[in-house]
């Protein structure tokens, strides 16, 4: 109870007890591992996250990145924290050993991430792009492009962004305008001149890191002179701030966003080539910079999944910490004695189990899709992934966010004051359902690219599990009911999805985000009851601890799971009173 | 198109071809006024909104009240701003004429008021706050208390606040420790010394006002000297900041609150009595200080919805505007061509329309409920008034709140950048539902004062309005299975509150918060297909604002009203999921 940061013996349940990471511990590519060593990563992760992270929390958001002549400076504090964080190695956790890496499961790596985001989301947001980066070109890259941007990226000395959006161009990538003129080739492959104008780049500038290692997409004119149409002819080049030589590259910061929230992470708009061009190298061949982000898109995703996870995690532990605290009002029909401690109201438990069933099952969702990263190898795990990725980027997005909101209620007054975290968890969190693909492009996205044009076989991996599930809860008296209703809600889904099948032309699509809604929760739900048969078979020491999770289940399943029905009954009446609505008069 | 704020056609539909306001007008108490006077207020209410207070609405979120030796200051354009509301008589209009008020129907000053809110909530709380303040000593004050205190509101020229938080004791007023002792009688009545600590107080000092107001709910001592228990104890008592002889009460402000939003209106730690108690007259008899409030608190928290409505009808504005002007990304299905406005993609569409049923619906609620205001000689008027405030006070503040989200949405990566509004807008209406009552407290007022504990007499009403609806309904094709879904709806609610009826002991009150969820989403659905009806009755030159209606209600109805049964399930199946669980185990 001492500190509002992910709970370990949570962690651990998460991770050994449901997850049983022992068995990706026992692969070979594994061997440098074992339960120790995790162990002794989360406490070395959860101490610094202590120490560096958290306490300048506060001081990141009111003392916002500011730019002069020189550049983009941040606070100092960001700076020192992730020194340390370098000098444990933690930007090399998730790389090989021959990357300079600690060859750690990516499940291992998310579970340490989790500390960090939940501290401190602006700070951690430097490692978690910079990771992202550096994975980029250990897969795509030469082997001189990653020697030359990627090491120093996994020893935490230089930091990486990347450069996708531009201002007329979001969630439309297609319409990418900044160009890219061959120049020539030299040992780091073939070098171009870059010129275009690039937003929304986190980590875009700063003053801690020696060097910024920009992933940048952009387009090769054709013959004519004219870009390529559509995302086909995009490509991915590699633009250092500072070019190998130690000289500036052609970007500029021509200016920071001011954020509602996560406003530690400087967000510059990039100008390339103002004085004739930034030089940068293509990875790769020409026409992969989209299929090359989309491959390193899963992890992306999780990652924003986890750190929005991790916020509404610590919402939910500030909340429960001032609740048991705060002494207000008696119990109903009561009328003497002296105040109780909010938590005992009716009301104010309701805020927490739904914030704990948001919390944590955000977590537990993110960390299952991290393990099978891990397991990826396996086509079965890789197409599951695949379906689940939108939706460990959604759920707690959209959920952490909710949990954030009950925090501050639970707050009361309290709460919407700067006194108190959980206004500025609730700012920060408020990104999440925005940046790595919106909402509603990841509906898209689920539906079409993981159902409806997919061989069906995640949907199939995914049914059999929960069916896996639904069999074991079947067995188990407290669950029997629950476990049928899974059951009955995911034939529904089913049904849902042949209806959608059936559609003619795009309007399967005119729903996707009230059907993401129904999928996601209907997802959670599953994780839920699989979690409280993991919880039940654990000893009687952890009764409190079980009894917690299975509260959390019953919560989801009598409040939460009948709002799958709400969600679906437009999608299976294939409803278009959204679609089929005229935009004059709105 | 061009401004933000309230669509007066929209005004116009609600006021005159849905509420019927010329019948107000035809009582003979508002002879003064018709509709070409209402009319004018409007003009000359959205004229200033835009003219002095929207300019501003940024300033007073980045230059927040500061505090100094003399006392605290806010931003100057707000003083200039209300000075001007002043001289046009807006503080007067819903007095009347022998107050010096234009004695204008509640309706119509609430609509009024609802431009000066969706302009610049923080400003406008200022005057909303003084209203009440005048408007409670006006009823229960002496002759000399309303010509020396309420008068001067009235005027424009003191502002009032409510004074009911410690900051031990929010929600929990039965734990008031502020003390009132005996001191003697003047010609304001009888007069107290205060000492004591109130929180939360808005408008709680500022440097605009030639005086400030505070009505402070006190306990005066037994003989003992202890405090008497509960709220029986609470009286009223008027505390100026200075004195009718020109000189300083015995009020300080120990600290200003640092808000997420809503930062223009100064919001106070105020300390009564730190030189020994600070003088105050009461009004009326000792103990009737919680009556007195309650009597005033439909008003006060119709007030509150309609702020929040407004923030969520801007925010809305602000989304429609973008989504027409944006482009980005094709059509589904189409690959080439230049891109189109967002506003033409359906997940767009879907979160426009979202915004409007909630925005345009919360406004339709408040202004019903204030038509009941000026209606509450008649019982059956009041009783309804009184079942529907705790959903005039917490539908704005949730839906409102989820429209200003959508709006952000709407607008991607810009939307969470200080650079448009919406992002203040969010934060902003977040204070909504904690403010005169959290949505927690007005839930039990719903389930318990309004409904199990009343005689009835709201509910019944409310559901031969209803059925009125349905009736008319039934005789439309386009609306005819919306009547039955909307009657199938209320049965089940009436259904579950029997269940509830048989509750024994508090649990009734288990799942009262989901109670007021699906009850508030079953009133406004029953608003919507009301104002759809009365929409189809328009005339072919307002076909276009006609069918925006039918879409707002056709929306409403196929992916809003179905989570009324999600939200009855544990409801109805008196759930004790969460009362039931140990606050230990969380």
């Known amino acids: 109870m001492s500190h509002p940061l992910i709970v370990r013996r949570d962690l651990d349940f998460l991770l050994h007890d449901w997850l049983g990471m022992d068995d990706l511990l026992a692969q070979p590519r594994f061997a440098d591992h074992s339960r120790e060593t995790v162990d002794a990563l989360f406490d070395l992760s959860e101490k610094l996250a202590l120490d560096a992270f958290l306490p300048h929390y506060k001081a990141a958001d009111s003392d916002e990145p500011w730019q002069d002549s020189e550049g983009v400076h941040i606070l100092p504090a960001i700076g020192t924290a992730l020194k340390q964080y370098a000098d444990l190695g933690l930007f090399a956790a998730g790389f090989a050993p021959e990357l300079g890496g600690m060859g750690l499961p990516y499940l291992a790596s998310s579970a340490s991430f989790a500390y960090f985001a939940a501290a401190n989301i602006a700070t951690a947001a430097y490692p978690m792009l910079t990771v992202a980066n550096a994975r980029l070109i250990a897969t795509f890259g030469s082997a001189a492009q990653v020697e030359t941007f990627a090491l120093p990226q996994i020893e ?133 910079g989209l299929a090359q982000m ?104 959209e959920y952490g966010l909710a949990a954030n909101d009950l925090a501050i209620q639970v ?65 188990h008296p407290d669950w029997r009911g629950d476990a049928m209703a899974l059951d009955r809600c995911w034939m529904q889904l089913a049904d849902a999805i042949t209806v959608l099948g059936d559609a003619t032309g795009t309007e399967a699509y005119d729903n996707a985000t009230p059907f993401l809604s129904a999928f996601g929760h209907a997802v959670l739900g599953w994780l839920w009851l699989d979690m409280a048969l993991a919880a039940a078979a654990l000893d009687h020491h952890d009764a409190l601890f079980a009894q917690g999770k299975a509260a959390a289940c019953r919560y989801f399943f009598d409040y939460e799971m009948p709002k799958v029905d709400a969600w679906l009954a437009p999608v299976a009446a294939r409803s278009n009173a959204v679609a089929g609505v005229s935009s004059d008069i709105l």
């Open 156 to 288: 935490g000395r230089w930091f990486g962004t990347m450069c996708l959006s531009e201002p007329q161009a979001g969630s439309g990538l297609a319409d990418v305008r900044t160009r890219a003129l061959s120049d020539c080739s030299d040992g780091l492959g073939n070098r171009f001149r870059l010129t275009g104008n690039k937003m929304w780049i986190s980590g875009g500038d700063q003053d801690v890191s020696d060097n910024i290692v920009h992933l940048v997409l952009a387009k090769i004119p054709l013959a004519d002179g004219s870009l390529p149409e559509g995302t086909a002819g995009i490509s991915l080049f590699i633009v250092p701030k500072l070019l190998p030589d130690g000289t500036r590259n052609d970007v500029t910061v021509a200016g920071l966003n001011h954020k509602m929230g996560y406003r530690g992470t400087a967000n510059c708009l990039l100008n390339l080539g103002e004085a004739g061009g930034a030089t940068g190298w293509i990875v790769g061949a020409p026409g992969q």
């Open 294 to 397: 989309f491959l390193m898109m899963n992890e992306a995703r999780i990652g924003v999944g986890i750190g929005a996870a991790a916020l509404g995690y610590r919402g939910y532990r500030h909340a429960l910490i001032y609740a048991r605290e705060r002494l207000q009002g008696r119990l109903m029909g009561t009328r003497s004695g002296p105040p109780v401690a909010i938590i005992e109201h009716a009301d104010v438990k309701r805020m927490l189990l739904a914030q704990k069933s948001y919390a944590e099952g955000a977590l537990a969702l993110c960390l299952y899709c991290a393990k099978l990263v891990d397991q990826d190898g396996n086509a079965d795990s890789a197409a599951l992934l695949g379906l689940l990725t939108p939706i460990a980027k959604t759920w707690p997005s």
């Open 411 to 475: 707050h009361g007054g309290y709460g919407y004051t700067r006194d108190f975290d959980v206004e500025q968890l609730y700012r920060d969190n408020r990104l999440n359902p925005i940046h790595e693909g919106t909402t509603g492009i990841q509906a898209i996205d689920l539906l079409g690219r993981k159902i409806l044009r997919d061989s069906g076989t995640g949907l199939k991996v995914l049914r059999a599990r929960i069916a896996d599930s639904v069999v074991r809860a079947m067995a």
